[in-house]
């Protein structure tokens, strides 16, 4: 990186709209920051899909963030960051972090009796990333995954504070409050967006991780240990955040209504596929 970088802007991106609980947490860290974020949602959710298939979104997504000149990536999707991201980190030339280790590195720290929870979509958990990296970070830890595939469609319908998602929630949560565990880490984008509920779920005494805020703590390490903060004395940029989906950008803008306290320009749709 040479002298200039600095006034770059940082890309963010997601499966889709979830990714925004990211947003704004790296906006709340990092307030002098430009954001490029970038929503796949044309071919949400990832979740389901297989770890070849994420690996080439992800590919192609790197491709178009390259194009838009960040100076540093954040994977804010949990699937991306558990399929993805140590295949492909090598290829880009600029800092990215997922939200994976971070979250898993304060969960370990965190906990008192060294049961650790971790709920997520089919893929996160299926990839056994969390898993791997709360035992590296707290050997002997008794880590439990649970995939939790109903939330997202869930919270994607508006229901937040609704019967049918404490109905899952209680079904899936279940056997990690019998398990003991003392933390449990939110491991999906979309999931703090209910975390009173699942607070009510497993009480109070269960620390709730927010991998999407240890990820915005991450991203301030690493610009400063690269020296890539912005310059605050430079003039900001007209657009200092910008937003990109593959789909519906509409949808994307009501939906962001709900998370950001700031109203959205509409999202630019562009051609994923071409990248
Ligand atoms: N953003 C995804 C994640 O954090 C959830 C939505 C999806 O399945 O694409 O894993």
Redesign the pocket.
Known sequence: MTAGNQSKPIGIF???L??LTVFREIVNELPNEDLVYFGDTAR?????KSKDTIVHYTDQILSFLKTQEVKAIVVA???ASAYALEELEDRVEVPIVGVVKPGAKVAAKESKNGKIGVI??K??IRSGLYQKYLKEYRPGAEVFGKPCPLF?PLVEEGLWDDVLTRTAAARYLKELKEAGVDTLIMG???YPLIRPLIREEMGEDVLLVNPAHETAERMKEVLELWELNRDPAVPRSDAPYRFYVSDDPESFRDFASKILTFPLPLPEKIDIEAY
């Open positions: 997601d499966s889709g979830g990714g949400v959710p990832y979740g389901s999707c949990n699937t997520g979509t893929g996160t997202v999906c984008t979309h």
